[in-house]
């Protein structure tokens, strides 16, 4: 099922002369001429990061469980708070160590799923892609099935939050830092968190997914960011400005439904994130603004309001194992069974007219035991077979179908059906019931059919 792009606002506290209102989920510029908008979730200037874990982190940590694909990404004017809201400080942690720290916590409650995290961390800065937790030399490369993903990146193994910490200080060291007028410690790249859960249940199913934290760098004027250094400065500055243009465009065509051709090659970090942008992913995009500097603000909010046309397309990530085949099995084995029924009913009635003699009488038994062996062979052999289907199968209601279909009911209905023949035959050998016999298999058969069925 398709579903928008989640899109929410935070706004960074300030003690300057601030430039909109903010009314529930519309936020508005004070001056005319007054231009609104309206959003998922606003985080006014007194939200807390516990107020954004409470209304996000435990949605997406909960997505990523059930084996959706997930991206949260902070965009921005350099200064709004991005960084802030994304990785927070040590007394007040943001969205990754949140999420982080959710995630484990669910896990550990969890004993009968087996589950494994992976981690990587790294920065598109000046168009190239740069590993945060290692020496490689990362590429984005195309699947068969024409999704990105990253190639020759350090990944580890994470059991609990405090390694994923030391772990991010380790990258947040290496990441790409510098003083510009807007911001003492401006991030100049863009860093790109991703963890990745697999977990396995005791029925064999496999659940898959990636929950991508995206911190980009700044939106901004040329000038607002230079400082020292101008050279290099101007030089992040215009590739920063190329991958969020082409996000923009990206954004922009993808929320029109546009037929022409996206253009997530046009920057690393679109192609990066072309699923979370356009396919397999529940994605949420927070806009941070600082809202003492209406033109920035305005042109962020524009930028959000697109991307909130968005639809995506996110699919749970789950392997189930050869339930199709086994379930084919059964059917087919069910059929069988039917066939045989159907054989045993035509022979009854054959020797209905003929049950007058002993020797006829006993040809009778001797029939309906060898035909009541053969059925029970087939029906222990669509037993095993369903009961194998029921104790991969996590859909009860499937389970509850099938459970219909058992032993039971196909090997009781049998012994009563020959059990009669019997106690009439000693009793009395000339009242044989075939006719009550014929009929019961005639029930039989129905309710078999019924029971196939209803699991088809
Ligand atoms: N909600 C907030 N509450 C308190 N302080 C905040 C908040 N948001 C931002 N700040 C502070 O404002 C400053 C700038 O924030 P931050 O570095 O997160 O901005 P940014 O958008 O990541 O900037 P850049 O794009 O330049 O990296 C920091 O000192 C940060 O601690």
Not at 177 to 199: C, D, G, P, W, Y
Not at 244 to 264: E, M, V
Request: charged share 25%; with cysteine.
């Amino acid at each position: 099922m398709s579903e928008n792009v989640q899109v929410v606002v935070r706004v960074r506290p300030t003690n300057k002369k601030t430039c909109f209102q903010v009314q529930s989920q519309t936020i508005k510029t004070l001056e005319p001429p007054v231009k609104s908008f309206n959003f998922d979730h606003i985080f006014d200037e007194s939200s807390s990061q516990t107020d954004l874990q409470a209304e996000l982190c435990s949605k997406y940590v909960l997505n990523a469980l059930e084996g959706y694909n997930a991206c949260i990404f902070a965009y921005g004017q350099t200064g709004s708070g991005k960084t802030y809201t994304m990785r927070g400080g040590t007394a007040n942690p943001g969205i990754i160590p949140l999420i982080c720290e959710e995630l484990f916590e669910a896990l550990e409650l969890d004993n009968t799923t087996v589950s494994t995290v992976t981690i990587t961390y790294f920065e598109i800065y000046n168009e190239k892609l740069i590993d945060l937790l290692g020496d490689t030399s990362p590429r984005v490369r195309e699947a068969n099935d024409k999704k990105t993903f990253v190639q020759d990146i350090t990944t580890f193994r994470v059991n609990r939050v405090e390694e994923v910490l030391e772990y991010l200080s380790v990258g947040d060291v290496k990441r790409s830092v510098a003083t510009t007028r807007m911001n003492m410690e401006s991030s100049r790249s863009h860093a790109i968190f991703t963890l990745s859960i697999k977990q396995k249940e005791p029925d064999g199913s496999i659940r898959e997914s990636d929950l991508k934290l995206v911190d980009l760098a700044g939106s901004e004027r040329a000038n607002a960011t230079l400082g020292i250094d101008n050279g290099r400065r101007m030089k992040e500055g215009s590739n920063i400005n190329k991958s969020l243009s082409t996000l923009g465009r990206c954004i922009s065509q993808l929320a029109k439904n546009s037929k022409l051709l996206i253009p997530y090659r046009d920057s690393l970090l679109t192609w990066v994130l072309k699923e979370n942008l356009g396919g397999n992913s529940k994605t949420c995009m927070i806009a941070c603004i600082s809202p003492t500097d209406l033109e920035e603000t305005l042109s962020t909010l524009r930028y959000a309001t697109t991307a909130k046309d968005i639809k995506l397309s996110a699919i749970m990530n789950e392997i189930v194992p050869n339930v199709n085949e086994d379930m084919k099995a059964a059917i087919e084995a069910a059929a069988k069974s039917r066939k045989e029924l159907e054989l045993l009913r035509a022979e009854m009635s054959l020797l209905q007219s003929e049950h007058n003699t002993k020797s006829e009488q006993w040809k009778t038994h001797e029939k309906l035991l060898e035909g009541f062996k053969h059925v029970t062979k087939l029906n222990d052999f669509l037993e095993n077979q369903l009961k194998h289907e029921i104790s991969k199968s996590r859909d009860l209601q499937r389970e509850n179908k099938i459970s219909r279909l058992d032993k039971n009911n196909t090997q009781d209905a049998l012994l009563r059906i020959v059990g009669a023949l019997f106690v009439e035959h000693t009793r009395s050998p000339k009242s044989v019931t075939i006719d009550n016999l014929v009929s019961d298999l005639d029930d039989f058969i129905i309710q078999l059919d019924n029971d196939i069925s209803s699991i088809v």
